[in-house]
């Protein structure tokens, strides 16, 4: 057993911290693929599960570009399994020295097969708008949980210590609450939306012009507690706050932006489609400010 463990790090190295970018990267890509499949109508390309069509695993010339574009994004579970396997692999010395990246791995891990069966039961449900958002939630889920990862295979282990005001903690956690209520709201609003995923798709019978002013209401909120977080970072004087801070503004600029003019546009697919990566990266942006608000209890390891 130790000749087999005797490749793998004894502490954090560039393999670690490559492989914890690679599973932030591709999570957050899957839910880009995955909108191309609903925004494309090809969301019941492939019309069972787990066979892409009865008799076949995978995507036949009949099935057309629909098939293409379902099965092909239901190959990239296959790239996140082997990113996770070995993120894994490569933690699994540290298991005891730095349990929080061993359990992590192992969550992400376990997260990717119960996002597949969701994605199953999405196509055995006929793409159900509650099922589809249930689906994105968890994507929401591993982005978080991606994040951390990357966060903590660079700057170190979480410490007890707050190291910014009462305030400003608290602040942050309101701007979570409401970047978290943003994207539940945004979710119920695309199911209500005119991109089922396929013709014979059912809405949830919502009205989507009114759920896209209600679902712009936290977000707006969200950001003005964020610049007030980048003002206070800048007065504090942190730094490493203050940069996933303008991350956060920069994301959330750029996200309302195409909030707005896809609206006024009829919901154009390709902005749809973006606006859908950019909710992971606020939450991503979001998940690293509040990991920020804490002292690390090691200092980064460097390659020995």
Known sequence: MKAVLAPLP??????????AIATLVAQILIVGTGGAVRLTGSGLGCPTWPQCIDGSFVATP???????????????TFVLVAIAIITFVLVLRLRKQRRDLFLITLFI???????????????????????????????????????????RAFVGQRGERVVVPTWFFL????????????????????????????????RN????????HVHSWP??????VTLLLVVGAIQLRLPRTRRFALLLLGVELVQVAVGIVQARLGLPEFLVGTHMVLACCVASAMTAVVL?????????????
């Open 10 to 19: 004894t502490f954090v190295d560039g393999r670690i911290r490559a492989f």
């Open 62 to 76: 009949e099935m057309g570009i629909h098939g293409i574009i379902e099965f092909g994004n239901r190959l990239l």
């Open 109 to 151: 891990g376990l997260g990717i097969p119960m996002q597949a069966v969701i994605g199953g039961i999405t196509v055995l449900s006929n793409l159900n708008p509650y099922v589809v958002g249930l689906h994105f939630v968890l994507s929401i889920v591993l982005v978080v949980l991606a994040t951390v990862l990357v966060y």
């Open 171 to 202: 602040s942050t956690h309101v701007a979570t609450v409401l970047a978290a209520i943003t994207i539940l709201v945004g979710i119920v609003t695309t199911g209500s939306g005119p991109h089922a995923g396929d013709g014979g798709a059912s």
């Open 205 to 212: 019978g919502l009205n989507s012009e009114l759920l896209q």
């Open 219 to 224: 977000a707006y909120g969200l950001l003005a």
């Open 292 to 304: 920020s608000l804490r002292e690390t209890s090691v200092a980064v390891e460097v390659g020995r």
